[in-house]
């Protein structure tokens, strides 16, 4: 049974695993023998010394088979030797293992076949993430990923660390007067549990928008992050690479939209959509830039704001590596001081955009009233996911608990 869901008897003949509506589930009708039997699904014995148990607990012929498969089918079995090869190899590393158990114990609420946790976090290891900014958000970006199992974590910044980039789990005090971009990397690979592939000679001077399962954008200019330019991701957009946005602009964080290439929105449809909606919005864009080149000013960019936004961006890039679609893609998610209420607007594919997303046909743009603020409440992008894992479950006895 999948350790991370606690288990509690509702009546006499009534099962239910996990807490939460988003995971719990309930079985019924279940006699005491068969839910004694559920004590012995620990991962320590095969099948076969299975049914020896089910015989000697006097359990009905095939019982133990018809229980397992249906266990199974619900998403409430794990494989304590699943991952193959490199489930092995992580296994062998048990203080890499240690240090990701958090992580496969939520990955393993979040798959349903047995073993799929663990190999979406060996997967983890080989994907090549680039973060484009190494400030209070995007230095603990990284140490996020990194330390969440990523290979390859590589950071790109300019300029020297100065005393206000200082973050906990971002770049450290130390590191004050440091280049930038190195500090982050050397911060994110002492974040890793394993020690990260080492980057070659060649991989370190090749294009860098090319090769990388995800490009994360948390740029330490505020205007960048308020409008970001669609030239600066031209290359991304040209060569298929996904990419996220995130930041802090004057106390509002930023998350989103996720853009994969020619089939959700990019920065292009964002522009587009704002001057459509309104006309001065070009020529205030060319006011701030302006502004942003004669100025030094430190950017309003509160500590724990930044952390929340980090996190979160760390989360919605998490969930697509691991081949989900976050709700960032077409949508932009932001949360402003103080009242700290979460909300998503969304980002339409423009036709005037040259990126190709209008091509999917993602639908006409809404009126201003049908574009108001969903708050993270009722945004529901697991709907999808759960009604395919409902859809999988036996009818009868099995039963989502709400």
């Not at 839910?35 to 607990?57: A, I, P, V």
């Not at 089939?263 to 919005?281: F, I, K, S, Y």
């Amino acid at each position: 049974m999948k350790p991370a869901l606690k288990r509690g008897w509702r009546d006499l003949n009534t099962v239910q695993f996990g807490m939460t509506p988003a995971h719990a589930l309930t079985l019924g009708p279940m006699d005491t023998a068969t839910g004694s039997f559920l004590d012995l699904l620990n991962g320590t014995r095969g099948l076969e010394l299975l049914r020896e148990e089910g015989r000697r607990m006097e359990l009905p012929d095939g019982h133990v088979d018809t229980l397992v498969r249906r266990l199974a089918s619900a998403g409430l079995l794990d494989d304590a030797k699943g991952g193959g090869p490199a489930g092995d190899t992580l296994r062998g590393k048990k203080e890499a293992l240690d240090r990701l158990r958090p992580d496969l114990a939520s990955l393993s609420l979040t798959t349903s076949e047995p073993g799929e946790a663990i190999s979406r976090l060996t997967a983890r290891r080989s994907l090549r993430v680039q973060v484009r900014g190494a400030g209070r958000v995007g230095a603990l970006v990284a140490s996020l990923l990194s330390a969440a199992g990523v290979g390859e974590v590589d950071v790109r910044d300019i300029g020297r660390v100065d005393p206000w980039d200082v973050t906990p789990g971002g770049l450290p005090a130390e590191a004050i007067g440091d280049r930038r971009d190195e500090a982050a990397r050397r911060t994110a690979r002492h974040c890793a549990p394993d020690r990260p592939p080492r980057r070659t000679r060649h991989t370190r001077l090749g294009e860098e928008s090319t090769g990388h399962s995800l490009v994360i954008i948390a740029p330490r200019d505020d205007v960048a992050v308020h409008a970001p330019s669609p030239s600066a991701t031209e290359p991304l957009i040209t060569s298929g690479t996904p990419h996220l946005y995130a930041g802090v602009v004057e106390a509002t964080g930023m998350v989103g939209p996720l853009v994969l290439p020619g089939e959700t929105p990019c920065a292009g449809c964002l522009h587009e959509g704002r001057t459509d909606r309104d006309p001065a919005w070009p020529r205030l864009v060319a006011q701030w830039r302006s502004g942003t080149a004669r100025t030094r000013d430190v950017r309003p960019c509160d500590l724990t704001l930044a952390t929340t936004v980090a996190g979160l961006t760390a989360a919605h890039a998490l969930t697509f590596l691991d081949g989900r679609l976050p709700s960032s893609a077409g949508a932009r998610w932001e949360v402003s001081l103080p009242a700290l209420t979460w909300h998503a607007r969304p980002v339409w594919a423009h036709p005037a955009c040259p990126c190709g997303a209008t091509e999917k046909g993602e639908g006409e743009h809404p009126s201003d009233e049908e574009e108001s603020h969903e708050t993270m409440a009722e945004h529901r992008p697991s709907k999808e996911l759960r009604r395919k894992a409902d859809a999988k479950r036996l009818a009868g006895t099995w039963r989502a608990h709400v």
